[in-house]
């Protein structure tokens, strides 16, 4: 029989930055139960990302949003984290002859929010110097790009969570939820956890595990984006050089300690999983890099 663990106020619902991270506020505030499915949390997007703060990325609301935690970022509270949690990876976004209205169209989005220059076809390559002559015409620099150590925010967060009484539980799979004259009873692993309030922070799965307490679905669409890892070229210092992502994002390349980041940027619907590399996105990442930069892909370390 299923032992229930009684006395939580809140039940957060899946383990990665966004489970992590609120379960970590919450615990300051009452009693949580964080229940992740998988055998440690993080395995999913969250252990996966390519790590960058990007302010000029995106859409107005997310661009707000990436500013909004510059200064956590900056300045995480004591004892959050041993090392800094970010450092500096300006981003680049250029754009080729045919992709040129693009950059006067970026450059009026974001420059009332005091972000990104404009440089033009010399300028783009002093900076980024693996680009093959005449590809870009020019780009939009962001210089307030970071790297993020994902890993460390996201440790930072269980700590915390830990630290205030919090009790995580992996290989924990919410398979039931019930209304109950108290609030919710939720299954997982073959426990029972109650408490009067549920954060669905599931992720790719939040409709499915929301569809569990009755809720109508939001219509969010799981999609799968593949990256590789592939060695710098021999003799080149990329550890200064920025993030250069395309301006209508086919593709990005982000310098990783002696090795470059890739990926055609793809976003392919699927169910939610534990999603794997595409071969055929594979292979349109390597042409669109060799395209742009002055490299040739011979091994691919990760995907
Ligand atoms: C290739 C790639 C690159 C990216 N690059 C960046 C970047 O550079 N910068 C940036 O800011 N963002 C980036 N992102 C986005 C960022 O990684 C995500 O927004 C973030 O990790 C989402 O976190 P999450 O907690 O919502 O989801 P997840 O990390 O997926 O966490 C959801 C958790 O819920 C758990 N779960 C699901 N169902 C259940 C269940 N029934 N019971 C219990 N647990 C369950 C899962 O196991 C998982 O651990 C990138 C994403 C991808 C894919």
């Not at 919410?174 to 004259?181: L, N, P, S």
């Not at 109650?194 to 790719?204: D, H, L, Y």
Request: net charge negative.
């Amino acid at each position: 029989m299923a032992t229930s663990h009684q006395g939580f106020d809140f039940i957060v619902i899946g383990a990665g930055m966004a489970g992590a991270s609120v379960a970590a506020e919450l615990a300051t505030h009452g009693r949580v139960a964080l229940l992740e499915m998988e055998r440690q949390p993080g395995y999913h997007t969250t252990g996966r990302s390519a790590a960058i703060f990007a302010p000029v990325y995106g859409p107005q609301p997310i661009r707000a949003l990436t500013r909004a935690s510059g200064d956590f970022f900056a300045t995480p509270p004591d004892g959050f984290a041993e090392h800094a949690l970010i450092s500096p990876r300006p981003i680049m976004m250029i754009a080729r002859e045919d992709q040129a209205d693009k950059l006067g169209a970026m450059m009026a989005e974001v420059a009332s929010e005091g972000i990104g220059e404009q440089l033009n076809a010399t300028e783009t390559r002093d900076l980024q110097p693996m680009l093959r002559d005449g590809y870009a015409v020019g780009s939009v620099l962001d210089r307030s790009g970071q790297d993020i150590d994902v890993a460390g925010l996201h440790q930072g967060y269980l700590r915390a969570f830990r630290r205030s009484g919090g009790v995580l539980v992996t290989n924990a799979t919410v398979a039931a939820m019930q209304r109950t004259a108290k609030g919710w009873q939720v299954s997982a692993g073959g426990q029972d956890y109650a408490a009067p309030v549920v954060i669905n922070a599931a992720g790719a799965w939040a409709d499915e595990v929301g569809a569990l307490a009755g809720a109508g679905a939001i219509g969010l669409v799981a999609k799968r984006r593949t990256a590789l890892m592939i060695p710098a070229p021999e003799g080149v210092d990329t550890g200064p050089m920025p993030l250069t992502n395309d301006i209508e994002e086919q593709f990005y390349m982000k310098p990783d300690v002696g090795q470059l980041l890739v990926s055609p940027a793809n976003q392919d619907p699927m169910p939610p999983c534990d999603v794997q590399p595409d071969e055929m996105d594979i292979a349109i990442c390597i042409d669109r890099i060799e395209r742009a930069f002055d490299l040739t892909v011979r091994r691919i370390e990760n995907k």
